[in-house]
């Protein structure tokens, strides 16, 4: 379990009203799933984890604002096409945020959320908890909370040794037929049904925080804390593995040439040839 770093934190933005508009596309590639036009859909914005929104954000210039929840934050913010911005805390909430600061709507789950929500085509979203259930919810606010789950998913393989929770922590991805790929502490990776039924499921050796990175093959990239960065097929069989000398916990990110880029604890970053694993550089 990943430690808490504060009692009380503030998400604080550029706010007012945010306009946007589309810029040329970076890189590209299989379409995630994931909300049409969202500056900010998922944890690293797209499907290779560039972490590059082809959506400017246009500033008017107004005050900047807060919001303070009931514990600390540690999960990055999803923004909707609306411009609502999706927020977990430590609190057991996920919050919605108008590009004002004010609050919109609120899902409230049995555990901390530390990782990022991930907003879909259908006005919902997926949300991992502490609670180690994975929540596909409606966004629409005129919902009343207690009929917004649409189902949830808990992680069917057990702990690995040294582990005491199933904890969601890794943040998803979504992939173009609406799998979802989600790693979580116990040690698992998972790829979930658009229905919320298994596809497949993954055993590393030690708790999965990173979001993955797929390739257009279907290819999903992963790093854990068992100090590995692996490649999963599609059918979730393992197609290689790169072990490294520190834990694994930044997500990969897939360059258009195919190249892996990752960070680890032993304090080098890796670009590997995601086909071979070889090393292109470090």
Known sequence: MKMLAAAVAVV?????????????QQVPSAQSKTQPGAPWPTMRHDLRNTGASDIRGLDPGTKPWSFQTGKGIFSTPTIAT????????????????????????????GEIIDTAPALLDDNTLIIGSGDENMYKVST????????????TFKPTLPTVEG???????????????????QGNTGGGAYAVNPDGTQKWAYQAQNS????????????TYWGSVDLRLFALNADG??????????????SP????????????????????????RSVEWK
């Open 163 to 181: 582990q005491l929770v199933n904890w969601w922590e890794g943040s998803p991805n979504v992939g173009p037929d609406g799998v979802i790929y």
């Open 82 to 109: 609306d411009g609502t911005i999706y927020i977990g805390s430590a609190d057991h909430n996920l919050y919605g945020l108008s590009e004002e600061g004010e609050e919109v709507w609120r899902f409230e789950t």
């Open 237 to 250: 069989t393992q197609k290689w593995q790169r072990t490294t000398l520190g834990y694994v916990t930044s």
């Open 12 to 24: 604080g933005v550029t706010a007012g009203s945010v306009a946007w508009s589309q810029a040329p």
């Open 208 to 219: 999965v925080w990173t979001v993955p990175a797929m390739d257009d093959s279907g290819t």
């Open 140 to 151: 629409d606010p005129q919902i009343p909370t207690h009929q917004r789950v649409v189902w």
């Open 253 to 276: 990110a897939l360059g258009p040439d195919g190249t892996i880029y990752v960070r680890s604890f032993d304090g080098t970053i890796y670009a590997l040839d995601s086909v071979d």
